[in-house]
């Protein structure tokens, strides 16, 4: 069964950082795309950052995250990381994983002062 669990939320100043964990279980193939969204009330999810396995992938972000936020894989522990640096208020939302159409519960980072 395929599951996807989100940690590492949780509430931070301005400046601060979090990282984020997407642990995956029950996918047949060993490369694929994954992606962290967010989401915050009344508004749409918003893809965050996507990291790419296949041959040749690689690592994309929305630009308001560019240069703050790294996406990265560990392949033994089969987990997404999201490291999110110099957090601003308005990367304060509901953080989801999505691997095929597949999503994780999500997990809230709140950042304020």
């Known amino acids: 069964q395929v599951q996807l669990v989100e940690s590492g939320g949780g509430s931070v100043q301005p400046g601060g950082s979090l990282r ?3 642990a995956f279980s029950g996918f047949s193939s060993s490369v694929f795309v994954m992606k962290w969204f967010r989401q915050t009330p009344g508004n749409e999810r ?3 950052a996507t990291i790419n ?4 992938g ?3 972000y929305t ?3 560019k240069g703050r936020f790294i996406i990265s894989r560990d392949a033994v522990k089969n987990v997404i990381y999201l490291q999110m640096n110099s ?3 308005e990367d304060t939302a509901v953080y989801y994983c999505e691997r095929d159409n597949h999503w994780g519960q999500g997990t809230q980072v709140t950042v304020s002062s």
């Open 63 to 65: 630009a308001s995250v």
């Open 58 to 60: 690689g690592t994309s």
């Open 20 to 22: 984020l964990s997407c």
């Open 53 to 56: 396995t296949f041959p040749g």
């Open 46 to 48: 918003e893809r965050v």
């Open 87 to 89: 957090l601003k208020s």
